[in-house]
């Protein structure tokens, strides 16, 4: 889980793990982790999601904390158009330092913009969207079943699936 700070990374966590949602803000410090299993390929899957401090001017993600990631999920504030912005400059430095990995976008929040009145912001092609809300749940569970089931035809994961 990475973006910007207050994009709602931990409520988005806390709703898709625990199946709840809180106004009050915490911010997080270092990383912070949950888990949680879905149905996926046939099978289950355990997401092991790793909540990271977001980044600003002042605090840059450590990638270091990346290594090993089998899939990534974006998160963009729906009503501040700059999150965006450090979601794709993320994506760019990871892909640069460990190439292509499953991931998805996340555009939360979307039960605060008023209808048409949200700022147009795009995915940038070929990296799954979904309009969430951690207040209300929508579309939390798909965007989470979405990252599993890419992360499954990943060719990573492929190689690490046992052999009968």
């Given at each position: 889980m990475i973006g910007a700070f207050a994009v709602g990374k931990t409520s988005l966590v806390h709703r898709f793990c625990k199946g709840i949602f809180t106004d009050r803000y915490l911010t997080t410090v270092g990383v912070k982790i949950d888990t949680a299993v879905v149905d996926a390929g046939g099978g289950t899957v355990s997401l092991i999601l790793w909540d990271l401090a977001?980044?600003?001017?002042?605090?840059?993600?450590?990638?270091?904390?990346l290594s090993g990631a089998h899939g990534l999920v974006y998160v963009v504030d729906s009503t501040r158009p700059g999150t965006l912005e450090v979601a794709l400059g993320l994506r760019r430095r990871i892909e640069e330092t460990m190439g292509q990995v499953p991931s998805v976008i996340l555009f939360n929040k979307c039960d605060l913009a008023?209808?048409?009145?949200?700022?147009?912001?795009?995915?940038?092609?070929?990296?799954?969207?979904f309009r969430t809300s951690a207040k209300t749940g929508a579309q939390v569970p798909a965007a989470f079943q979405a990252l599993a089931e890419l992360t499954l035809a990943s060719p990573a994961a492929q190689l690490q699936r046992p052999r009968n």
């Open positions: 977001g980044e600003d001017a002042f605090h840059s993600v450590q990638l270091s904390y008023a209808e048409g009145s949200e700022p147009a912001l795009a995915a940038p092609e070929g990296l799954p969207a």
